[in-house]
């Protein structure tokens, strides 16, 4: 069995879904563990350009889809991405996407308590998606969630209403936002009932049997190591583990089955909402990149922050994320520029650091130490091969692969699906 994990390796939208894409050819079914609607994953094919946030990108391919328990579900952005895409010509019915029946319901009270919070949070706002992600995992952790089964036992959701009032209601009537009304919630949760439940399953049942018949799973992940609640630049993260272990725990299958992990990294750094950046500029080049690169956040909109690649922060994700193999995406982007600089330490209080730290002060105050490298003239949009390379760009891709510590397995250098250089097969482990 050779299956394999795409997980991000900087602040997100490092092109996942495109690689996820360009890989389901050779899977049998692609997986969602974790994060939720606050992802943005773009794919370019053809004429067609497909925008999912909660769908595993392998839909697209025609490829089974498994929503697994890792992920917090919003039934009506749920229902909403299914209608968008049916448009586009997807077919997506119980027969090619399953969810977890054990996964956690987003409700809207959650985007309520996410905005709420941020607003009152002001200047120190962490600039989340608004979509209500952090609060519907920590109802899971407080045990008070509804959950995918849920839906199946009105009693239950009535109950499970009650102790989620008597808790949001109070805090948002603290915030001084409007409350709500049980009976709406539940109405609407039972007309959604039969519209979900059909795609609804054990999931880790069908997983397992898929494992022993040697079929190939991809897993998709959502974020970046640097969002993990965890190893991420905390606060200033998203809730969930984005690190290639959820795989396992997000989906029902134990650490072995997850495969090879890639990491995927853009050829420099961009970030959406607040946080420590150490190579972020805000000079021309840094709106070059922006515009090149069309950084701007695939779910809320917002430009994104974009900067020099930051090589200790992408081996720190290789390290903590359990990455095999890195994919570098958006070389296109970098075409042209006289010289490229790569972050190889942080300047602290008058200290070198070779990772970044975990404290808030600390993390906000790392200057970055450049190294200097020459840039190529030609360009390298829509290469297939390294040798439709420019040598001073492999140069660039080689010095990057060394200092992160981890081979480069795919080189992306278009949004275009079948833009990429292939350097080694990941599912041939
Ligand atoms: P994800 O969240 O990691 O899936 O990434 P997003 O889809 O949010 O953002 C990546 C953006 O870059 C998308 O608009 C892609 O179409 C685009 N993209 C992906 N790979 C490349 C590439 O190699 N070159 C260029 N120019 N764009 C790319
Ligand atoms: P993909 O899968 C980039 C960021 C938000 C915010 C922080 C917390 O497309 O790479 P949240 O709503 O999750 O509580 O917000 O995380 N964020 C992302 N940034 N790409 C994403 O997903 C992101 N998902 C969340 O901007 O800073
Ligand atoms: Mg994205």
Not at 178 to 185: A, N, P, V
Not at 236 to 251: D, H, I, K, P, W
């Amino acid at each position: 069995m050779a299956n394999v994990a795409v997980i991000g390796a900087q602040w997100g939208d490092e092109g996942k879904g495109k690689v996820v894409d360009w890989l389901a050819s050779r899977a049998d079914l692609v997986v969602r563990f974790q994060g939720g609607h606050n992802a943005g994953h773009t794919l370019v094919v053809g004429e067609q350009t497909y925008k999912l946030s909660l769908l595993p990108s392998g839909l697209v391919r025609g490829k089974m889809g498994i929503i697994g328990n890792g992920v917090v579900i919003d039934p009506e952005a749920l229902l909403a991405e299914i209608a968008r895409v049916t448009a586009q010509g997807l077919n997506v019915s119980p027969a090619t996407l399953r969810i977890a029946d054990n996964a956690t319901l987003i409700l809207p009270l959650h985007s309520a308590i996410d905005r709420a919070r941020e607003s009152a949070r002001g200047e120190r706002k962490i600039g989340t998606t608004g979509r209500g992600i952090g609060p519907a995992y920590e109802d899971k952790v407080a045990r008070r969630a509804i959950r995918v089964a849920d839906l199946a036992e009105p009693q239950t959701l009535s109950d499970k209403l009650d102790e989620l009032l008597l808790h949001h209601n109070t805090l948002l009537a603290g915030l001084g936002a409007e409350t709500f009304e049980k009976q709406g919630l539940l109405d609407r949760l039972l007309e959604l009932a039969p519209l979900i439940l059909p795609y609804a399953e054990p999931v880790w049942e069908r997983l397992d049997e898929a494992r022993r018949a040697g079929k190939r799973i991809l897993f998709e992940g959502a974020q970046a190591v640097m969002l993990d609640v965890d190893h991420g630049t905390y606060p200033f993260v998203t809730s969930s583990n984005t690190v290639s272990a959820t795989a396992a725990s997000g989906s029902g299958m134990g650490p072995s089955s997850v495969g090879f992990v890639l990491g995927i990294a853009k050829a420099y750094t961009t970030r959406v909402g607040s946080g420590p950046f150490p190579t972020e500029l805000f000079d021309e080049t840094g709106k070059l990149l922006g515009a090149r690169g069309h950084e701007f956040g695939t779910v809320t909109g917002r430009p994104r922050r974009c900067g020099w690649f930051d090589a200790v922060m992408v081996r720190q994700a290789v390290k903590v994320g359990g990455v095999q193999g890195l994919v570098l995406t958006k070389l296109d982007v970098l075409d042209g520029l006289p010289e490229l600089q790569i972050c190889v330490g942080y300047r602290i209080g008058g200290e070198i650091y070779r990772r970044f730290p975990a404290a808030p002060g600390a993390q906000a105050a790392a200057e970055p130490i450049y190294e200097t490298i020459e840039g190529w003239r030609d360009s390298t949009r829509g290469a297939r091969s390294w040798a439709d390379l420019p040598a001073q760009a492999i140069k660039y891709v080689r010095r990057i692969e060394e200092l992160v510590e981890a081979p480069v397995t795919l080189v992306s250098t278009s949004p275009e699906r079948d833009d990429t250089i292939l350097v080694r097969d990941p599912f041939e482990g």
